[in-house]
């Protein structure tokens, strides 16, 4: 089955420590996103990228790092820079090649920082 | 700015129609979503438009009129399966997805 998988699907950290979230797809994508969900908000997009290699800051990238060595993977850390961490992660791919190129999301990660 | 607003709460009964408006205000517009997600869950896709007019998709309809910067979907014969809160994002000019806080939709028995 394709998919998106996201790990782990709840995550607590101490203040201070850089955490890293893994994200993989096996729906051949080309465009993979980041996004951050916070209760009565809108998502808001952290990192995208849409070609092995490359990627670019979202609206709230500050805080946040990502890479994208490998077409399937688009690991997001949260240094300890991020003010504010505690929030729900989404993972999303898309195609880049269709007129409708939705955008097919992860289960999330919830992250805590005690 | 960037704006898109749709209500926060909604209420309905099982079996009934429910409409869940939209409206946007985006730096070029290259088409609006809907996607439904269930609590502590991913979203999941509902419907495209980018062209004014009605699309239809079993129970589930969503309508745009672009020189109004307005959409809504339309949900009919309610189920409680139904609850959930309904996303409203529009891409912009950038091929981004701008996002609405979105509509918690409660279905009452």
């Known amino acids: 089955d394709g998919g998106i998988t996201q790990s782990p699907k709840y995550l607590f950290r101490k203040e201070g420590q850089n955490v890293t979230l893994s994200c993989e797809q096996n729906?051949?994508?080309?465009?993979m996103y980041w996004y951050r969900q916070d209760p009565g908000q809108g998502l808001r997009l952290i990192y995208y990228s849409q070609i092995v290699n490359d990627f670019q800051k979202g609206d709230i990238a500050e805080g946040y790092s990502v890479s994208r060595e490998k077409k399937e993977s688009f690991p997001l850390t949260v240094t300890s820079a991020q003010k504010n961490p505690t929030a729900f992660y989404l993972c999303?791919?898309?195609?880049?090649?269709?007129?409708?190129?939705?955008?097919?999301f992860g289960p999330g990660t919830r992250l805590t920082v005690l | 700015g960037q704006n898109i607003d749709q209500p926060t709460e909604m209420t309905a009964t099982e079996g009934a129609i429910v409409q869940i408006n939209c409206t946007y205000q985006t730096s070029g517009f290259n088409g609006l979503f809907w996607y439904q997600q269930h609590a502590g869950e991913a979203p999941t896709f509902l419907s495209y438009?980018?062209l004014d007019g009605l699309e239809e998709k079993g129970r589930f309809s969503s309508f745009l009129s672009r020189s109004k910067g307005y959409s809504y979907l339309l949900l009919k014969e309610l189920q409680m399966k139904d609850s959930a809160s309904y996303l409203c994002a529009c891409m912009d000019s950038n091929y981004q997805l701008i996002w609405g806080a979105g509509t918690k939709l409660i279905i009452k028995p």
């Open positions: 999303a791919s898309s195609r880049l090649d269709r007129d409708v190129n939705e955008q097919f």
């Open positions: 438009n980018v």
């Open positions: 729906l051949n994508h080309d465009a």
